[in-house]
Each structure stands twice: as structure tokens, then as C-alpha cells.
């Protein structure tokens, strides 16, 4: 599978492959995180959240990974198909609402047939 | 469909114009927030209501911009005197107040100001 250390605009992978999309977060208070899948001219949709008090968590073909002490974030796709071209979010919250959702930068991923 | 929904989902107008969007969140949800995004960006908070109550402003892009709740179900956001500067998508997003506080978006509004 294809992965990352650092954040990258564009990650290209073949059809089938794992892939795996990486997130830099800036407040260490937060303690709350959701990965949000975006297609173009569409909004962002929920893929898979973890709270702080857990390092992993799984969902159906995704995988989320947290690393408070580096504050990095993961996000792990198996098998990736045609329809998981998107870009990735990664966002963070202290939760309560009152600050929103504080999006990182996001990665674009290209499925190759 | 019980998404949320955004009304229009484009809108063009002129510069000094003033523009207002609809949003209509899931039913039971009772937190509403607003967030813009510009080209090749994440987006960004604008402003949150738990209910009829706007518990946070202070992120509102400058005085042009204003949002209602007024029953505590479907908000508007206007934007007074509109600049080039203000084209962008904006999204709308609802949650129900748990601990996790998941938010779910809506399509958003494409503005253009020629």
C-alpha cells in the first residue's frame, strides 16, 4: 500500500491497494477527531471519528489512528476502489461546540485503475 | 432525505449586493454551525447556535456577515454589501449535542460576486 510521513496535497494509489492518508492537528487540548471525505461540489461527509482516550479505531474498509504525542492523526483505506477518489479532511475539536471544527489540510486521493 | 439541506445551492450576484442562505438541519438536532470554504481549503468556522442561541460570533468573517436561529430549527446567514472577496462555498452543518458532538454537513451554497 502507499503511505505517507508527511502531509501531501495528492496521493495517487492503485485500485485495490491500502492507502494510507496522514494529519498534523495543532491544539493539544482537543479531544475529539473526524475524518471527513469530500467529492467536488459537495460537502463533507463523516467517515470515522476517535476521541482522545482511544489510539485506534475501525470501520468498515477505514482505519483511524491517533497519536497524541505527536498530535498526528491517520486515516488507513483498504482496498481502495474508483469511489474513494476524494479529498480527505482531517478536523479536531475540544468538543462543547463552541469552537467549531478546526479542519487540517487537506489530501486529495487519486484511485488508479 | 434527512440531511441537511442549503437553499440556494448557487447563488451569483453583484458586488454590494446582499445575499441570504438557508439552512435546514436534521430534525433532531439541535446545533446548528456555519463555515466557509474557499478554493483548495478546509473550511472554516464561522459561528454556532445550540438552539435559538448564537453562542459564538467572534469567528464571523466582519460585521457584513450576520446569522439567525429563530425558532431553533432553520438558520439564515446574510451577507451585507458583498465583495469579490466573499465568493466561496458556504457550508452548513448540524449536530446533536452528545459528547462527541459529530457534525454532519449539508451541500453548501457556491456564491459568486462578479
Known amino acids: 500500500g502507499e503511505s505517507v510521513g508527511l502531509h501531501l496535497p495528492t496521493l495517487s494509489v492503485q485500485e485495490g491497494d491500502n492507502s494510507i492518508i496522514n494529519c498534523a492537528y495543532s491544539?493539544?487540548?482537543?479531544?475529539?477527531f473526524i475524518w471527513y471525505k469530500q467529492e467536488s461540489g459537495k460537502g463533507p461527509q463523516f467517515i470515522i471519528d476517535?476521541?482522545?482516550?482511544?489510539d485506534k479505531r475501525q470501520g468498515q474498509r477505514v482505519t483511524v489512528l491517533l497519536n497524541k504525542t505527536v498530535k498526528h492523526l491517520s486515516l488507513q483505506i483498504a482496498a481502495t476502489q474508483p469511489g474513494d477518489s476524494a479529498v480527505y479532511f482531517c478536523a479536531e475539536t475540544m468538543g462543547g461546540g463552541a469552537d467549531g471544527l478546526t479542519f487540517g489540510k487537506g489530501t486529495h486521493l487519486i484511485i488508479q485503475p | 432525505d434527512t440531511g441537511v439541506s442549503q437553499d440556494p445551492r448557487h447563488k451569483i450576484t453583484k458586488r454590494g449586493q446582499n445575499v441570504t442562505f438557508r439552512c435546514d438541519p436534521i430534525?433532531?438536532?439541535?446545533?446548528l454551525y456555519w463555515y466557509r470554504q474557499t478554493l483548495g481549503q478546509g473550511p472554516e468556522f464561522l459561528t454556532y447556535?445550540?438552539?435559538?442561541?448564537?453562542?459564538?460570533k467572534s469567528r464571523l468573517l466582519s460585521d457584513r456577515f450576520s446569522a439567525e436561529r429563530p425558532k431553533g430549527s432553520f438558520s439564515t446567514l446574510e451577507i451585507q454589501r458583498t465583495e469579490q472577496g466573499d465568493s466561496a462555498m458556504y457550508l452548513c452543518a448540524s449536530s446533536l449535542a452528545t459528547s462527541t458532538d459529530t457534525q454532519y454537513f449539508g451541500p453548501g451554497t457556491r456564491l459568486t460576486v462578479l
Open positions: 430534525s433532531e438536532h439541535n446545533r
Open positions: 476517535i476521541r482522545s482516550n482511544m
Open positions: 447556535f445550540q438552539n435559538e442561541a448564537q453562542l459564538e
Open positions: 491544539n493539544s487540548a482537543s479531544d475529539y
